[in-house]
């Protein structure tokens, strides 16, 4: 029994591992924004109003109410945009790129941190092909990439992928309802 | 004193000496994980716990309509991620550390109860223990709920933390094992 509440004890407190970078940024924007020689940052400070827009379209709104898209290009020419995206659970934090084509269909989505201990899930679910269920999607649509590839995975790599799909759902919404 | 260190067995001193040597390291990493991280000017302590950073002040309220700013941007500021703990962040970090600095707190207070030193000097040093964590803590929540200027209090926190440990570890180490009347 001692060891048991001990266990509990220790588990509660340290449930929440260090963060692990998986995809440095820098190679996630060259990734996401192939050939973008200069950047922007376009912030979006949003109103109550369209804060709670969000919110209702998605569930989720930006805690600090500003969400940010990096918008690439080469010359003249957009390449594209990308947004940094965090998702919470209890294990910790994820952090998500994902790029957006100029047409608004998303090029591709990085998991670009995330936490010791759920690494070797997303890890996991990566391998299965998750993030290439992303590809090519329009922002209206909505990512079902966890449904796609838990049949081929253990039961928390199908919890991260169903976080990783929350996250690209949230940038998605933010990008259709805001982003011009 | 309820115990004396001075002349507890050789295996007291002993566990006493290690857990401060390894709570020592983890302060060193704590304190170089800070400077990383949130950094030890107020300025810096509020841009990382202010309600969206110290740059943004002028947003903290949110606008009456959405606003939208462009700026040029390099690559490396696009990875250098400006460590900026939100509200849910700061749940997540009190809920994970307050239990941990109490069992802190309380195995320096347990050593500070076997110290040759007043019983004033006793209690004081308790105190200090246990308001290390609350100040530090106090001051993220204010810092983002009230003023960016009580990011001094967590500073503060730091501080009286650092000073708790070192005044437990200094003169517990010299009296197990120097100073035997």
Redesign the interface.
């Known amino acids: 029994m001692k060891t048991l509440i001990l266990g509990a004890v220790t588990a509660a407190l340290l449930h929440i591992t260090p963060t692990v970078i998986l995809v440095k940024r820098e190679d996630a924007v060259a990734k996401l924004l192939p050939g973008a020689d200069q950047f922007a940052a376009r912030e979006l400070h949003l109103s109550s109003t369209d804060s709670r827009k969000l919110h209702d379209a998605v569930g989720w709104e930006p805690p600090d109410g500003v969400v940010t898209f990096y918008v690439g290009k080469h010359g003249d020419q957009t390449v594209g945009a990308l947004v940094f995206m965090r998702v919470d659970c209890q294990h910790g934090p994820i952090e998500l790129a994902i790029g957006y084509d100029p047409r608004g269909t998303i090029r591709g989505v990085e998991v670009t941190k995330a936490t010791v201990e759920m690494k070797p899930w997303i890890v996991e679910a990566l391998r299965a092909g998750l993030t290439n269920q992303y590809r090519g999607l329009a922002v209206a649509q909505a990512p079902n990439g966890a449904e796609k590839v838990k049949p081929q995975i253990g039961a928390m790599p199908g919890y991260m992928a169903e976080l990783i799909d929350k996250g690209v759902m949230h940038a998605g919404a933010a990008y259709r309802l805001f982003y011009r | 004193m309820l115990y004396d260190l001075r002349h507890s067995d050789l295996r007291v001193r002993w566990l006493v000496t290690l857990l401060l040597a390894t709570l020592g390291t983890s302060y060193l990493f704590g304190a170089w994980m800070v400077g990383l991280y949130a950094g030890f000017s107020p300025k810096a302590v509020a841009q990382t716990y202010g309600?969206?950073g110290e740059a943004?002040m002028a947003?903290q309220m949110?606008?009456?309509?959405?606003?939208?700013?462009?700026?040029?941007?390099?690559?490396?500021?696009?990875?250098e991620?400006q460590h900026?703990v939100?509200?849910?962040?700061l749940v997540?970090d009190t809920h994970?550390h307050m239990?941990?600095y109490a069992?802190i707190a309380a195995c320096l207070g347990l050593i500070a109860l076997g110290l040759a030193i007043p019983r004033w000097a006793s209690l004081s040093l308790i105190a200090l223990l246990f308001a290390a964590p609350w100040l530090d803590f106090a001051g993220m929540w204010l810092t983002k709920l009230a003023s960016p200027r009580f990011a001094i209090v967590t500073v503060a926190g730091g501080w009286a933390m650092a000073l708790g440990y070192t005044i437990v570890a200094a003169v517990a180490t010299y009296q197990m094992w120097w100073r035997k009347p």
């Not at chain 2, 939100?86 to 962040?89: E, F, G, I, K, Y």
Request: proline share 15%; no cysteine; glycine share 4%.
């Open positions: 309600p969206a943004h947003m949110p606008p009456d309509t959405t606003m939208v700013t462009e700026r040029p941007v390099s690559m490396a500021e696009m990875g991620e900026h939100d509200v849910n962040l997540q994970v239990p941990m069992v």
